[in-house]
Every structure is written in structure tokens, then in C-alpha cells.
């Protein structure tokens, strides 16, 4: 005969399982159906603490169990810019701020903030290179973190499927 405490846990862990898929499902992008029609001029503050930026930003996905986006970039890269403004697009707003606590790193021209992309195994050979972490802060997407780097020749529903298909593999 089980404890009621053994009772509880399988009761827990099997809300759990049956939870897993649902909460993966709930935070699929939506169908992006409008044009990018605004791309930010500065969207890297070259003035930032990156480093204190990080550490807000993980410290709130651990109290909010959201994702951490960092994406390391600079002002001058259009591929840059278009996916700052892919994020803010308002058909996408709410499903980023949802899921995830974004941080735009300035890189500079590939030669600022590059140990904190060095902390996770990165090195930054093009921009935009974007890591993702768990709400933990481990990073899930080592695959190929710069995989939007010519974002210009893409959709917008192309980047959001790159980042989206991150967190999917993590999960």
C-alpha cells in the first residue's frame, strides 16, 4: 500500500508529464501574417552594464520561468537591426514577452561584451549571435547560435521558427 505522500508524488509528477506538452504547445509563436515596416535605429545600448544586464535578466527568468534571449549585436549590422525589429513586432510582442527576458548585448564590431558569449562556449564570428538559456541559465540553443546572421534574406516567421525551434529542443 502506498504513503499518501507517494500517492502525491506520482499524482505531481504525472500532472507534470501530461503539462509538459500543453505548456510547450501554449508557447508556440503565432503565424507572423504582417511586413516588417519598422526596424530600429539603435536598439544596442552602446552605453549598457552587459554584464549586469545578464545577471538582472536571469535573475528574473529564474523568479518568472521564462527564457533568457541575449542577443549580441551592434547598431551598425542591418541583420541586427531587422531581428530587434522582428521581436518588437506587434503580432509578436506579447508571445516574446511571455516567454522570454531579451537582453540586446552591444558587440561592438565583434570586439565588446565577448566574454560573456565566451562564458557559454560562444565566440562571436558573426552578428546577430543569439543565446538562449533556460530559465536556469544554462544555455539550450549550442547548436548554432548565430543562425539568423543573415536575417535581411529571411521572413520575419522564419526567425521566430529559428528561435522558437531553440527553446523546442530544450524542452
Known amino acids: 500500500m502506498m504513503t499518501r505522500t507517494a500517492c502525491c508524488v506520482i499524482a505531481l509528477l504525472s500532472a507534470l508529464a501530461f503539462a509538459g506538452p500543453a505548456a510547450r504547445a501554449e508557447m508556440a509563436p503565432p503565424q507572423v501574417v504582417e511586413k ?15 554584464h549586469a544586464d545578464v545577471a538582472l535578466a536571469i535573475s528574473r527568468a529564474a523568479a518568472t520561468h521564462k527564457y533568457v534571449l541575449l542577443d549580441f549585436g551592434g547598431n551598425w549590422c542591418p541583420d541586427c537591426r531587422i531581428t530587434a525589429g522582428v ?30 558569449a565566451q562564458a557559454y562556449d560562444v565566440k562571436i564570428t558573426a552578428v546577430p549571435t543569439m543565446i538562449v538559456l533556460d530559465p536556469q ?27 522558437y525551434g531553440w527553446i523546442q529542443k530544450a524542452g
Open 137 to 163: 541559465g544554462h544555455m539550450v540553443n549550442a547548436g548554432n547560435p548565430s543562425a539568423l546572421k543573415d536575417a535581411r534574406g529571411m521572413s520575419p516567421q522564419a526567425i521566430v521558427d529559428t528561435i
Open 36 to 50: 516588417l515596416t519598422a526596424v530600429p535605429d539603435r536598439p544596442y545600448d552602446e552605453m549598457a552594464d552587459a
Open 87 to 116: 521581436l518588437a513586432m506587434s503580432s509578436l510582442k506579447t508571445w516574446v514577452a511571455k516567454n522570454f527576458v531579451v537582453v540586446f548585448i552591444d558587440a561592438g564590431r565583434m570586439n565588446k561584451n565577448l566574454d560573456i
